[in-house]
């Protein structure tokens, strides 16, 4: 492992309640979360996604010394070096599995992980259900290029069936995952989707992630300008997230395109894209987004959206679920444990044992 950044710019002890409290003052700027020169290809949407995080921490107000970044490896692995925070550039695929420790062992830390799709899906996809079965409170972003971009492309585990790269010269002959579904069948309590080029949906999710409490996947759409350019450009601009894509909020209607005029229904077990106005169907009519219904049907269908379908891809929270946490289980487990011992020191252990003394 290749441990970065293990110098807390805030002084202090790591974890330790910030003397600043919250940001409701204005006390932080996205400045006081850099650190270094980012060394992406220009244009790249790692780039887009850090200025957001940035600005992101600088809103939710945590001390940069009572937050840690954690990533595996990969084009977006290298993010950790640009916080000013504690962090981690770990090994391929471990990142949720390092997460998950930092977390356990000092639950006053916000934790968050950062992967590739390849890096999060792939060789650490197991890690990845298993952070979301145990419902560890774990911020997890997925970067999403659909391309193993740092080994100079080949395909990833949600690259599309007939993909060409140079590991697939001919088409990929798989179906991909989609990181919603996956979220979803591991039994996930918070999946949010944005755009790395839309600095306002990835702050809001981001926002929403860090208030949830257990783990939270936010999936960010981009697009690796060299070697799988244009992946997301349906919804890479603001014309096109007009057109393409429909932001969802929790208890608002589910309406979309550039003057709101179409809408969802609910049509057998399926959703239906209808235009207001027309056909007899009016704003009455229209699904009221509910992020927090334990039942995932609806929130599943929305997430899957937009793969072909002549639907519009969501953007926004989808799902928001309160749950027990795995961190908070253990260190209730532990105290009441220590309770139920006549000893709470490695000292009193030794004690409670027969003792001689040896001359």
């Excluded at 039942?295 to 749950?323: C, E, S, W, Y």
Aim: charged share 20%; net charge negative.
């Amino acid at each position: 492992m290749n441990n970065i950044n293990f110098s807390s710019p805030c002084g202090g002890q790591v974890g330790a309640p910030s003397p600043l409290g919250g940001n409701e003052g204005g006390l932080y700027s996205a400045s006081d979360f850099r650190r270094g020169q980012p060394r992406w290809c220009p244009g790249c949407g790692d780039h887009f996604f850090l200025a957001s995080f940035h600005k992101a921490l600088a809103e939710i107000g945590t001390a940069p010394k009572d937050i840690a970044v954690i990533s595996g490896i990969g084009c977006s692995s290298r993010l950790p070096h640009y916080m000013a925070t504690y962090g981690m550039n770990t090994i391929h695929g471990r990142a949720a599995a390092i997460a998950t420790g930092c977390k356990v062992a000092n639950p006053r830390l916000d934790v968050w992980q950062v992967s590739g799709d390849g890096d999060g899906l792939a060789i650490g996809g197991n890690h990845f259900i298993h952070a979301n079965r145990r419902n560890i409170d774990l911020n997890m972003i997925l970067l999403n290029n659909r391309i193993y971009g740092l080994t100079k492309g080949q395909y990833s585990p949600t690259s599309p069936r007939g993909f060409v790269s140079k590991s697939s010269p001919y088409g990929t002959v798989e179906d991909p995952f989609r990181p919603a579904e996956l979220c979803f069948g591991a039994r996930g309590h918070f999946f949010a989707r944005a755009v790395a080029t839309d600095a306002p949906g990835i702050i809001s999710v981001l926002k929403a992630a860090h208030a949830h409490k257990g783990a939270s996947v936010c999936e960010i759409l981009q697009n690796c300008v060299i070697f799988n350019d244009g992946t997301h450009e349906s919804v890479y601009s603001k014309e096109g997230r007009q057109n393409n894509a429909i932001y969802v909020e929790h208890g608002k209607p589910l309406v979309f395109g550039p003057n709101n005029e179409f809408g969802l229904v609910q049509e057998g077990f399926g959703l239906k894209k209808v235009e207001i106005g027309k056909d007899g169907y009016t704003i009455d009519d229209i699904l009221i987004h509910d992020a927090h219904c334990e039942d995932n049907t609806l929130q599943l269908k929305l997430a899957l959206m937009g793969d072909g379908d002549g639907f519009p891809i969501a953007l926004g929270v989808i799902r928001d679920v309160d749950a027990p946490t795995y961190n908070d289980a253990v260190e209730a487990q532990i105290e009441e444990v220590k309770g139920k011992k006549p000893y709470h020191t490695f000292a009193e252990l030794l004690e409670t044992n027969d003792i001689w003394e040896v001359k």
